[in-house]
């Protein structure tokens, strides 16, 4: 077989491709219908400006190259909501706040994981920048789902997060070196490792689970009430979504949070492997310096895809040869996808038809 494509990339083929513009389609129809406008930026920037951008993660996993105009470095992106920040920022940094963004695009990394071995992606989401509050986060995390709802994807749960959940409660009482140390025994939920550093802690590992036990617990441990008013605002966002999803809490999770403030988010798919997209608050640095709170989700395409989450159905109808022009253009106005034969021969199985226009009507075939 020639034309092999490098590791990590690969093809996507009918109906899937259809499947994957659909999900696009769908996912930025629900947005657009909330406000949000879509923005494309360019696949490459220069390096140093998006490294800048990118906060934590940098440049580790952008593919670079040399620019042959400008003899600089280009880098291409491994996520777009650094891109959709700096719009925000600057061509559009005259824009009333919040102002509302949404965007699709492919994306690419320099190398893949064990879990995730795939290097291009599709990326869709929506940033609000402007603002951070708890009505922001729960309109955001509220498109998040609706727009996946409406794209087909079923059985979806949402994990809550709080990003700078060890750094509210220890305050002033650890110095930077115990601080990360504590955040790395958190993560690996190493009981024994968070008892050496501070024993108060060791709740914080039991405080996971699902949603009204976990923030039962936490608010039990919150006795000087230093996270009061993130546990208030994270109880509002999940009012807000009516039980039309799953809720659990993981408050120490931080793994693909690193840049997020005071909410994090990660949303699942029955039947999928792994998280089908992410969000939460975070800032973004105006050119003088300034940061501006923002808040926002990403959605993987390509997992919820694998899955045939929101494929739809495959519906053709089939014309035989001979038939009318204006026959096909009445039901393509009626929204059928048609395909006519062009030689006598043809058939509706040959063209993967679903139906065939029989006596002037649409007919199912027998499956």
């Not at 951070?132 to 309109?139: G, H, L, M, W, Y």
């Not at 998040?144 to 220890?170: M, Q, W």
């Not at 039947?271 to 608050?281: A, D, H, L, T, W």
């Not at 926002?296 to 009318?324: C, K, M, Q, V, W």
Request: aromatic share 6%.
């Amino acid at each position: 077989m020639t034309g092999l494509l490098p590791e990590g990339f690969h093809d996507r083929l009918p109906p899937a491709a259809d499947a994957a513009a659909r999900l696009e389609t769908r996912v930025l129809g629900v947005a657009r219908l909330y406000g949000y406008e879509q923005v494309d930026p360019p696949l490459a920037e220069f390096a140093d400006e998006l490294g800048a951008r990118l906060k934590a993660g940098g440049l580790r996993d952008a593919v670079r190259f040399i620019d042959p105009v400008s003899q600089r470095t280009l880098a291409i992106r491994p996520d777009l909501t650094a891109q959709v920040g700096r719009i925000a920022v600057t061509r559009m940094g005259h824009h009333p706040r919040p102002v509302r963004l949404s965007y699709a695009g492919p994306v690419l990394k320099l190398s893949a994981s064990e879990l995730n071995p795939q290097r291009a992606m599709r990326q869709i989401g929506c940033e609000l920048i402007g603002l951070d509050s708890v009505a922001a986060a729960r309109e955001v995390v509220g498109v998040a789902i609706e727009a996946l709802a409406g794209a087909g994807v079923t059985g979806l749960a949402l994990d809550f997060t709080l990003p700078d959940l060890v750094d509210t409660l220890a305050g002033e009482t650890l110095d930077a070196a115990r601080l990360e140390a504590l955040r790395e025994r958190l993560d690996a939920k190493d009981a024994g490792g968070v008892a050496a550093i501070d024993s108060r802690y060791l709740p914080l590992i039991e405080a996971a689970g699902p949603f009204d036990a976990a923030m039962g617990r936490l608010r039990a441990i919150d006795a000087g009430k230093a996270l009061a008013s993130r546990l208030d605002g994270v109880a509002e966002i999940a009012a807000g979504l009516g039980g039309k999803v799953a809720l659990t809490l993981d408050p120490t999770e931080r793994h693909g949070f690193e840049y997020q403030t005071w909410l994090g988010f990660s949303i699942f798919a029955q039947g999928v492997r792994g998280e089908i997209g992410r969000g939460g608050s975070y800032t973004v640095i105006h050119p003088d310096g300034r940061e501006e709170m923002a808040v926002g989700f990403s959605l993987f395409a390509d997992p919820i895809l694998d899955a045939g989450l929101g494929s739809g159905e495959r519906r053709r109808l089939f014309l035989p040869y001979g038939t009318p022009a204006e026959a096909g253009a009445k039901l393509r106005a009626e929204g059928w996808v048609t395909v006519a034969a062009l030689e006598p021969g043809d058939t509706p199985e040959a063209q993967l038809c679903s139906h065939v226009l029989q006596d002037g009507e649409p007919r199912a075939l027998a499956k």
